[in-house]
């Protein structure tokens, strides 16, 4: 009993530790939006918040359209979460239960395109998005995202392990049309997985900076992750300014933890029993 005691002590001493590291920096930004470059540059570092964040928040609220780069963000990062979430889940339940020539080949050139580095598909993605006159709107951001070989991979191994064929067949059998099979069977049930499949491609959204960085061009159409930058001057960083608004781009996702959080843990939990 006291060996065991002994292990839940240190389990509990690494969570602790582990949860400092993980929120540490969370709340250093928060600190460094609070004061001014000269405090956050000083060594040793203040540790203590500031009494400037409301005057630096608004400041950037005053120098770039904020406001309407957060709701940029959730329209883009919405519309890919929900893409993920639908449409890996189509093409995963495609790859894990229909028959058809050529799927096994298929399937590996999907996997075989995670190794490819996402830098090399820019050019050709912008050659694209320009030829069909999309450059500087929304829609170039939400289309190329909307399924990754990343999210059909995982969807396609949750279908594989957690739907059997003799489920598929009797639907078949009642006279279910592949789409019903997919919405009404398949789908409920790896709900959990395409939900946090879904999390995860909002979250890719809304932190994503090189694409968007290419492709917009006008300040009412900047997300968040580009109104930071514009917050920034080519030569001077004001640190307590891009901070403040590192901050304020931070918030929606930490309150979007705070409603999911346990079904995201959930649905991830459930993959891994299930796997």
């Known amino acids: 009993m006291k060996k065991a005691d002994r292990v839940r002590w240190w389990t509990y001493l690494l969570l602790a530790v582990a949860t400092l590291a993980c929120v540490f920096p969370l709340y250093w930004m928060f600190v460094v939006a ?15 918040p500031g009494e400037n964040f409301f005057h630096l928040a608004g400041l950037v609220f005053s120098t770039v359209p904020f406001v309407r780069s957060i709701i940029n963000s959730v329209i883009v990062a919405g519309s890919i979460g929900v893409g993920h979430a639908v449409l890996c889940s189509l093409a995963g339940f495609a790859f894990a239960k229909l028959r058809f020539r050529g799927r096994n080949a298929l399937f590996l050139v999907v996997v075989l395109t995670m190794t490819v580095p996402t830098q090399l598909a820019v050019i050709p993605q912008y050659m694209i998005i ?5 450059v500087d709107t929304l829609q170039a951001l939400i289309v190329p995202g909307l399924a990754s070989a990343f999210g059909i991979f995982w969807m396609r191994q949750h279908l594989s392990t957690t739907i059997s064929d003799e489920i598929l067949q009797a639907a078949r059998i009642d006279g279910a ?28 959204a809304w932190n994503d900076f090189l694409w968007p960085f290419i492709v917009l061009k006008s300040p009412e159409m900047y997300t968040a992750q580009i109104a930071i930058k ?26 979007l933890f705070v409603f999911v959080g346990r079904r995201m843990v959930a649905g991830i939990m459930d993959g891994a029993f299930k796997g």
């Open 34 to 48: 609070t004061t001014d470059t000269a405090v956050a540059t000083r060594m040793p570092p203040e540790i203590i």
């Open 130 to 134: 320009s030829s069909l006159g999309w």
């Open 177 to 204: 049309t592949t789409w019903q099979i997919f919405w009404r069977i398949a789908f409920p049930l790896v709900r959990p997985a395409a939900f946090v499949l879904g999390l995860l491609g909002f979250v890719t």
């Open 230 to 255: 514009a917050l920034q001057n080519n030569y001077v960083v004001d640190l307590g300014l891009a901070m403040s608004g590192s901050f304020l781009a931070t918030l929606p996702l930490l309150v």
